[in-house]
């Protein structure tokens, strides 16, 4: 009798087992999903992007419901979803243009498929911004001339990226503009950017185009007009004495001059503003030769044009720093002799030419009105003169506008 009860409850416990091992995950689950969420920006305007990834690995994932509320009272469902994964790895992406603008949380719920209905809740606060940045943008000057100096002042209202520009580069020489962030005081952000205009610039109307978008997405187009001025150059006869031939002749002292300035070329300088105001003139005394000049040397021997201005000086008087910066090179080269050339930030470095002897080392910070060195006549010099250069964004432009204009 014993062993027909055995064959009667054996199967009933074999069947209980079998029951108690598969619904084991639903009954002895008393974890919560685990989610982890995450948002591509923490600003959107027309779609919100994320990614989410929901596990659970004994009853597994049951129901998703995903929402975006505000403070005000607003909810909205974007995701919901049934059924009985282990694991959910989902794009989040919702249109939300006709969302009302401000802060928003994004709320992911989650509950497994256990008996106790275990549930999970991450939340992660946004912005809905629809609003593109205001932007204005003023020149200075408004007619800029060839080889002459064009600044352009940007006011946001908001962060915000200039992501595309265009410029003309029969102009400039460069399609696009290099925008550098500036100290401002008050609200909203400010950017400078500062072109040279090369000699041989088209002269007429002309335009630029700058796009900056928000965190958000939201952009704005701008467009600045300006008309270019033509420039008219000189042409003048240099005569250098017999000993400085070779310097017109010998075309390897040139390319050791540019060996030795070529770590200085490659070096981008500052991104601030270390100048203020306008610059002053680093000698004084009369210009023998104005920006631009077309000069011919030795009866045609050479030919160049002049890429600064010649203020002729005793040698000996002092060179005063044109404006505050940092000193990138210092050092005798065989054309231009004794020379310094200051960085001032933004793109824009003078150059200081014959010097007969150089007093600051390179990386000194000079202020505007210290003296840098002497006039003197070494290179391809004449006789005593301070050459005083002025580079903007790679292109040499007429000095002395800086001493006019407040760039």
């Not at 042409?235 to 300035?261: F, M, Q, W, Y």
């Given at each position: 009798m014993r062993w027909r009860k055995l064959l009667v409850i054996t199967p009933t416990l074999i069947l209980i087992a079998a029951l108690?091992?598969?619904?084991?995950?639903?009954?002895?689950?008393?974890?919560?999903?685990?989610?982890d969420v995450s948002l591509s920006s923490n600003s959107f305007s027309f779609k919100l992007n994320g990614h989410m990834r929901i596990v659970d690995l004994k009853a597994g994932v049951k129901e998703v419901t995903v929402r975006i509320e505000s403070e005000r009272g607003f909810k909205q469902v974007v995701f919901a979803g049934k059924g009985r994964k282990r694991e959910?790895?989902?794009?989040?992406?919702?249109?939300?243009?006709?969302?009302?603008?401000?802060?928003?949380?994004?709320?992911?719920?989650?509950?497994?498929?256990?008996?106790?209905?275990?549930?999970?809740?991450?939340?992660?606060?946004?912005?809905?911004?629809h609003t593109p940045p205001d932007v204005t943008v003023s020149l200075k000057p408004r007619k800029p001339k060839q080889g002459g100096t064009l600044a352009v002042y940007v006011a946001v209202n908001e962060q915000a990226l200039s992501d595309y520009s265009v410029i003309d580069p029969n102009?400039?020489?460069?399609?696009?503009?290099?925008?550098?962030?500036?100290?401002?005081?008050?609200?909203?952000?400010?950017?400078?950017?500062i072109l040279g205009l090369s000699t041989e610039a088209r002269v007429g109307k002309s335009s630029l185009f700058i796009s900056f978008v928000d965190p958000a997405g939201n952009r704005s187009y701008k467009k600045a007009?300006?008309?270019?001025?033509?420039?008219?150059?000189?042409?003048?006869?240099?005569?250098?004495?017999?000993?400085?031939?070779?310097?017109?002749?010998?075309?390897?002292?040139?390319?050791?001059?540019?060996?030795?300035?070529?770590?200085?070329?490659?070096?981008?300088?500052?991104?601030?503003?270390?100048?203020?105001?306008?610059?002053?003139?680093?000698?004084?005394?009369?210009?023998?030769?104005?920006f631009g000049k077309f000069r011919v040397y030795n009866n045609g021997l050479a030919r160049s044009r002049h890429m600064g201005v010649d203020i002729v000086a005793r040698a000996g008087t002092p060179v005063k720093a044109a404006n505050s910066g940092v000193v990138l090179f210092a050092?005798?080269?065989?054309?231009?002799?004794?020379?310094?050339?200051?960085?001032?930030?933004?793109?824009?470095?003078?150059?200081?030419?014959?010097?007969?002897?150089?007093?600051?080392k390179q990386g000194d910070k000079v202020k505007k009105g210290q003296t840098i060195g002497l006039v003197g006549s070494t290179g391809r010099a004449s006789g005593p003169h301070l050459h005083w250069?002025?580079?903007?964004?790679?292109?040499?432009?007429?000095?002395?506008?800086?001493?006019?204009?407040?760039?």
């Open positions: 108690a091992v598969l619904f084991y995950p639903f009954y002895s689950d008393r974890q919560p999903p685990l989610i959910i790895d989902k794009d989040l992406g919702f249109n939300i243009q006709f969302v009302p603008e401000g802060g928003y949380k994004l709320v992911v719920e989650a509950k497994d498929a256990s008996i106790w209905k275990n549930s999970a809740q991450r939340e992660l606060s946004f912005i809905i911004d102009v400039f020489r460069r399609s696009s503009l290099q925008l550098y962030r500036v100290k401002s005081e008050g609200e909203g952000y400010r950017y400078e950017a007009d300006f008309e270019v001025r033509g420039s008219s150059f000189e042409i003048g006869v240099v005569n250098l004495p017999k000993g400085k031939l070779r310097l017109l002749t010998d075309r390897s002292l040139a390319e050791e001059d540019d060996l030795k300035l070529s770590r200085m070329r490659k070096m981008e300088g500052s991104r601030e503003k270390l100048w203020s105001g306008r610059f002053i003139m680093p000698v004084r005394g009369p210009i023998s030769s104005n050092n005798r080269l065989n054309i231009r002799g004794n020379a310094i050339i200051i960085d001032h930030g933004l793109g824009v470095r003078s150059h200081y030419y014959h010097l007969r002897k150089i007093l600051v250069g002025m580079e903007v964004d790679g292109i040499f432009v007429d000095p002395i506008e800086w001493t006019r204009y407040e760039f």
